[in-house]
């Protein structure tokens, strides 16, 4: 048990419907517990998937949810021991309490980091592996998009779930995942699945045009769009009729290269996350 801290944890839970108990897991915070010291910030992480939740309550505000979450993260980095609970009675006021949080329960770490995946696997992310592979395409791309930024650290400096709408038209509906902005340059990137269709594919590359204009009237800055994709080799694992699959995968990324957007895969994300990392915090 040599170097390692006793430390205490809570869930997060939500519960659209008190009245029936249901919840739903959807995060840990972990802290040194109060005899060991305090020496590391608490730390607290969401799910990257809300399948669950949506299954509990198709009409879940998993934006609201994840800008929930950068909140949380901030007010803990900025307190200490005493920040905790003005931090816990944002999360259970929140949705007027449709986020709990549970009594504290006691665990020992070597790493903080590593304490909080195992916590997340097994109270949060523990059942249904076995569909992973049949797990939204486009979800697992955001799941790999959010992981290789934040292994880099530029996170939670980037803008997430930009609204098309502030450079298009009132109404539109699309939101671009995340982006950020290295001088007078934005970049965005989008999660694109061609897994088994390309409808995507062809609303971005529609929507581009107007999306460009817009970031050069609004920001006074040129646009590059990237939209991260599955490789080749993953769309076309297991799948009947190839031939359709790659040529539906050519189509897509063509129509998308056509707009002037980048297309990268998951592959490349480290390289994509290094070079964020790069541009933000050199400025």
Request: glycine residues 8%.
């Amino acid at each position: 048990m040599n170097g390692r801290k006793q430390c205490e944890f809570f869930l997060v839970r939500y519960v659209p419907d008190p009245v029936k108990n249901e919840f739903v897991n959807i995060g840990v915070l972990l802290r040194e517990a109060a005899a060991a010291g305090v020496v590391n910030a608490p730390m607290l992480r969401f799910t990257r998937d809300w399948s669950r939740v949506r299954c509990v309550d198709p009409e879940a505000d998993t934006e609201m949810l994840e800008g929930l979450e950068g909140e949380l993260r901030a007010r803990l980095l900025e307190g200490t021991q005493d920040g905790m609970k003005p931090v816990l009675e944002v999360i259970e006021d929140s949705f007027s309490n449709m986020l709990q949080v549970t009594e504290a329960k006691g665990c020992l770490a070597e790493s903080m980091i590593a304490e909080i995946e195992s916590l997340m696997r097994v109270y949060v992310e523990s059942r249904k592996r076995e569909s992973v592979r049949r797990q939204s395409g486009r979800a697992k791309i955001q799941g790999a998009m959010r992981r290789g930024f934040e292994q880099a650290g530029v996170w939670e400096l980037m803008r997430k779930r930009i609204a098309a709408s502030t450079y298009t038209k009132p109404g539109d509906p699309l939101r671009i995942d995340c982006g950020y902005r290295p001088n007078g340059v934005i970049r965005m990137f989008h999660a694109v699945s061609l897994e088994s269709e390309t409808e995507l594919a062809k609303v971005l590359a529609f929507s581009m045009p107007a999306i460009r204009q817009g970031v050069a009237r609004v920001e006074g800055a040129t646009l590059e769009m990237t939209a991260v994709v599955e490789p080749l080799r993953e769309v076309r694992a297991g799948e009947d009729g190839e031939d359709d699959v790659t040529a539906h995968y050519r189509f897509a990324v063509e129509t998308m290269e056509a707009q002037q957007i980048r297309v990268m895969t998951t592959a490349d994300m480290g390289r994509m996350a290094h070079t964020a990392r790069q541009e933000m915090l050199r400025e």
